[in-house]
């Protein structure tokens, strides 16, 4: 695998391939990113991953600073995964004026769950993934659903700038004892760690009793309420309709979404049922 930072150099080794697939992260791999790399490799002629911790993501107060940088790694697993790019500028390299133009997704999408508690979260998802959707052009990209609400943003990104990229989505990856792959499983303690599978239980437990009949919002406010008594600070536990995140009509697909506050870590999860 060769790596690159400059694009450059990207667009000089992309310059022989016609169906770039990419899957863009912020580092710190683990193997939710490597399927997602190995889901790749199944759809272009080159597999392409970037490295890009994107600070018009983060609010003040999140952990922009924290956010572990873990290049060699990070190379390592991807050569290992059989990627064969790896796109991983610095922040001069990719914004080397301050980034004055975003690109503002559809508030009834992107301003509610993740948007109303990160406020500001989706631009800087949305500006950074169209930059480096120019830089790289590819012809598919993969993103995770345990990123669920991130993944319509971005397909409804590519729907409505009629951006020629296939949106592919890739599995959630979970440990042994359910809990979703992430990052930011790296800051859990022993002991938060072990309780961290909670929120994949709750939502189940949610799912489960919609699905049984119970009022969505009696059924959401019991698993907020479950959480809270195990000691996470919980922001939302809710079903939505599948494809826009709106309160589902009885008969459409539904997903279970919530996320949580364990001691210092903020953690996501979806459960589709
Ligand atoms: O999901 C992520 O890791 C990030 O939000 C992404 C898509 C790489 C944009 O910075």
């Known amino acids: 695998m060769e790596t690159v930072h400059t694009l450059a150099a990207l667009r000089e080794r992309l310059s022989r391939h016609r169906r770039p697939a990419f899957v863009p992260t912020m580092g710190n791999l683990h193997e939710g990113h490597l399927a997602l790399v190995r889901e790749a490799r199944r759809h272009g002629d080159v ?28 190379a390592d697993q991807l050569a290992a995964a059989g990627c064969d790019l790896l796109f991983a500028p610095n922040e001069r390299e990719l914004y080397p004026e301050p980034q004055a133009w975003t690109v503002q997704p559809d508030p009834a999408l992107a301003g509610i769950l993740e948007g109303e508690f990160r406020p500001g979260f989706f631009t800087g998802v949305c500006t950074v993934v169209m930059k480096l959707f120019q830089c790289v052009q590819p012809a598919v990209a993969v993103f995770g659903k345990k990123d669920y609400q991130q993944l319509l943003v971005i397909q409804g990104m590519v729907r409505q700038f009629a951006m020629p990229v296939q949106v592919v989505a890739g599995e959630t990856q979970r440990a042994a004892d359910g809990l979703a792959l992430s990052s930011r499983n790296g800051y859990l303690s022993a002991a938060e760690r072990a309780e961290a599978v909670q929120l994949s239980f709750a939502l189940r437990q949610l799912a489960q009793r919609v699905q049984a009949g119970a009022p969505r919002e009696e059924a959401e406010a019991a698993a907020v309420q479950a959480l809270r008594e195990r000691g996470w600070q919980p922001d939302y536990l809710t079903v939505r309709h599948r494809q826009d995140l709106l309160p589902p009509a009885p008969g459409q697909p539904r997903v279970a979404l919530g996320a949580a506050r364990l001691g210092a870590t903020r953690l996501i999860d979806n459960l589709e049922f």
């Open 47 to 74: 597999t392409v991953a970037s490295i890009f911790v994107n600070r018009l993501q983060f609010l003040p107060h999140e952990d922009f600073d924290a956010y572990p940088r873990t290049l060699q790694a990070d």
